[in-house]
């Protein structure tokens, strides 16, 4: 059902119905019903159990876009910046326009951002944008946030004053980043909003450079290479907790600003764990560096190495106190039969975690060394001499 269907019939014996200027309060408060019918319409099939309620949604947004392109094509612009209140065409035009809003607002997740943007609708936008970026400068100001940081933000806002090639996707999103930072409290800060881009998700490169820039200046400020690790795992756990949006993204095709900053945070806590158990440019002593790199080859599987360590931990054979150390020791410098560099996360998860296939091949490994000793112990035996 198409619930314009009405509105449309309006829109078109209008469109062919001269002259435009016709006062008529009995035609506004028609509009008006009509634009209630429809909203209410549209918040109820919300709550339905349509598996096609996006496509439901997406056409009647394209009506709605084709609508106002019809009005906007017959009327001059200014109409548009300095409406008459009895054009009937122009009131026409806005109660689409309050129809679309609803549709943002409560339709998001089933919008197509493809859609096309009505060149009056842009201007609408325009309009707003216009008083609020000098707003927006001054809160970010007021909320600590630097220049460079601003002309960062605000260069969206300014690109739709612009240009008129602008997507319908980032148009909204436009809109509702202004929303979102107008209704921050004033005694917010610079965290806030950042907390807003990470919601919002902010994924403009510029921007997404500028915080790896910030991090990367926080992990370095810590001295040493363990302190710079436990800080990088601090941020990864705090980014994690960081809240985002499911529908927001300022460039779609890219990975969000959530993910971007993990994975950047991942790679960095993988190479501050490899500098401290391969440092480098350090002066070793020569014995030391001798070994470096040298490996004890074992014909064992590493869930049967993990099991032999856990063995002789409990056993009381190894007598570290540190099990993890221990668990280093042999991942740094053993090899087994099928793997020529392990990684020490691994080996201490088989020690506490191995298949009884290994406790059965450890055990059977241990009677072969019994029974090896055995034979050595025979082979060392003085030989009785044969009788005259």
């Not at 209008?14 to 009509?34: D, G």
């Not at 096609?52 to 910046?81: C, V």
Request: aromatic share 10%; net charge negative.
């Amino acid at each position: 059902m198409n619930l314009l269907s009405n509105i449309a019939k309006i829109v078109n014996t209008k469109v062919h119905t001269i002259p435009h200027l016709e006062s008529n309060t009995q035609f506004a408060s028609t509009l008006e019903t009509e634009k209630e019918n429809i909203i209410s319409a549209l918040q109820k099939k919300l709550f339905s159990l349509d598996d096609k309620l996006d496509q439901y949604i997406q056409l009647h947004q394209k009506k709605l876009s084709e609508l106002m392109e019809t009005i906007s094509n017959i009327l001059p612009e200014e109409l548009f910046t300095t409406p008459p209140p009895d054009n009937h065409l122009i009131q026409l035009y806005y109660t689409l326009y309050d129809i679309q809003v609803c549709l943002e607002k409560d339709c998001a997740p089933y919008l197509d951002f493809h859609c096309k943007i009505p060149f009056i609708y842009l201007l609408s936008a325009r309009q707003a944008f216009t008083k609020e970026i000098p707003l927006l400068r001054q809160l970010l100001s007021s909320f600590g946030i630097i220049d460079f940081v601003q002309e960062i933000i605000i260069a969206p806002f300014e690109e739709v004053l612009q240009t008129d090639n602008i997507s319908y996707h980032r148009l909204y999103y436009i809109k509702e980043l202004s929303k979102h930072l107008q209704q921050l409290p004033s005694d917010s800060t610079s965290e806030h909003v950042e907390n807003i881009l990470i919601y919002m998700n902010f994924n403009n490169e510029i921007y997404l450079n500028y915080r790896l820039d910030i991090i990367s200046e926080n992990i370095k400020s810590f001295p040493t290479t363990q302190q710079q690790l436990i800080q990088t795992k601090l941020l990864l756990k705090m980014n994690s907790q960081k809240r985002q949006h499911p529908n927001y993204r300022y460039t779609h095709h890219l990975p969000s600003l959530k993910e971007q900053i993990r994975d950047w945070l991942t790679d960095e806590h993988t190479f501050l764990e490899q500098k401290i158990l391969y440092p480098e440019n350090t002066l070793l002593p020569e014995e030391v560096a001798r070994w470096q790199a040298y490996k004890v080859k074992v014909d064992l599987s590493v869930n049967e190495l993990g099991y032999l360590i856990r063995l002789m931990i409990e056993h009381g054979l190894i007598l570290n106190d540190n099990r993890t150390e221990v668990a280093d020791f042999f991942a740094q410098y053993f090899a087994t039969n099928n793997q020529k560099s392990l990684s020490h996360l691994s080996l201490r998860q088989k020690m506490y975690n191995y298949p009884p296939s290994s406790t059965e091949s450890v055990r059977g490994l241990l009677l072969d060394l019994f029974n090896t000793s055995k034979q050595l112990k025979n082979d060392h035996l003085p030989r009785k001499s044969s009788s005259p």
